[in-house]
């Protein structure tokens, strides 16, 4: 019996610990609860032993974009299906086609083929509307025009056309894993316009599939941390030792490879991480530092900070949460937007760069990290505002839709008991002060 509730208890701690290993950030993200990537298939013409049809992937997630090299796309045939031509896209893969020995050759052979977008500089008879982005989707609070990827496909080898079946079995890699698709079912047709917007026209079949991210379900390391100082406290609170994996016994060590990462299915993903050596071992650090204390308003500096020797960030965002963005708020250099806070008491602000200027966030160097920054104005709700207890300092932060390893409370930077209040001088004051030391004096 001993054995038995022994037995018990393990598995008990067992599942206790995988629910604590996936956290509400890993599994959901109540930050961003309808944030997906949407796969819709839409027969738009039927031809002999086939079909002629559009897919467009379209990225609904507010602050998680997809980066170079781009995503792919895989599915497996329900039948025996076959892609006669494709523009806008390519299949990997062309497979066996030598049963077609007195046809022009498949674009794909395949049983389960992998799509990936074409560059921008595709041939223009390859390029219907919407496709050859490259395979970068952008987040879709930041550009909803450039948030989707579109390309259209000929399938043949099909005996008749009303048994016709969706794919199964569909991934997508964007760019990495940790995305897991529904079933690809059947909807209402899509219904599109034509002529400007004068004629409507509809699909005669069309297929959907959600696919949502997990970094639980990728499986990596953390990607960024956060540190924080004030102009009232010495202390600056650094990240957290080893929020992204420990770094090596030798201190002198200035490269590190960061422990915990996947590595990429091809070359062509340029992520190897290989990062400064630091006691957090980030590739990406975020530095929140609280500069002044007006009488309406307050001011911080926001740092973004690359460790990373390999690799850009191209196309970054960082999403804040903080109380303090309540009232209005002036981001200097960067691009800023509020996002609903679905429920939450603090509010939610998105940070990206400013296209030409500091969209992309450099590698590091030898001697330096790159760095992008802003200073940020806020106005005071003089309800509220305090320098006491950390409120000033941010909730939570994501870089590119991952969650940064925040400090503990209790390392905050605090404020001293000797300017408990730590009120901001009146300018008025300060003006009367000048005015009788003037009259004394001269």
Known sequence: MGLFLSLERSLALMLISLIAACTLSDCYDPLDPNGNITVTFD????????YVARVTIQNYYQYR??????????????????ILSMAGAFATKQGNCSSFKFQTPPHSCEKSPVIADLMPDALSENKPDGCCHGGLLAAWAINPSKSFSSFEMTIGNLVTNPNVQAPINLTLMAPGPGYTCDLIEDTDPSVYSDIGGK?????????????????????????????????YNPKITSCPTCSCGCREADK??????????????????????????????CPVRIHWHIMTNYVTHWKVKLTISNYNYERNYSNWNVLIQHPGFSQSTTAYSFNSTMLPSFGFSDEVALFWGIEYYNDELLYAEE????????????????????????????????????????????????????????????????????????????
């Open 199 to 231: 004629r409507q026209l509809q699909a005669y079949r069309t297929w959907k599939s959600t696919c949502t991210y997990s970094s639980f379900v990728a499986n990596q390391a953390p990607v960024c941390c956060v540190s924080l100082s004030t102009f």
């Open 367 to 442: 001697d330096k990290v790159g760095a992008v920054s802003t200073q940020i104005l806020l106005r005071k709700d003089l309800d509220s505002f305090t320098l006491r207890n950390g409120w000033a300092l941010p909730r939570r932060i994501y870089f590119n839709g991952e969650d940064c390893q925040m400090p503990l409370p209790d390392t905050f930077p605090m404020l001293p008991n000797v300017s408990s209040s730590l009120k901001p001088t009146n300018p008025v004051f300060l003006l009367c002060i000048y005015l009788t030391f003037k009259r004394l004096f001269t």
């Open 252 to 281: 002198n060590t200035v490269s590190c490879i960061r422990e915990g990462y996947s590595e990429p299915e091809s070359d062509s993903f340029d992520n190897n991480d290989i990062v400064q050596c630091t006691d957090h071992m």
């Open 65 to 82: 974009h997809v980066d170079k090299p781009g995503w792919k796309l895989g599915w497996t045939w329900a039948k025996n299906e076959t």
């Open 43 to 50: 027969i738009n013409q039927w031809i002999p032993e086939g």
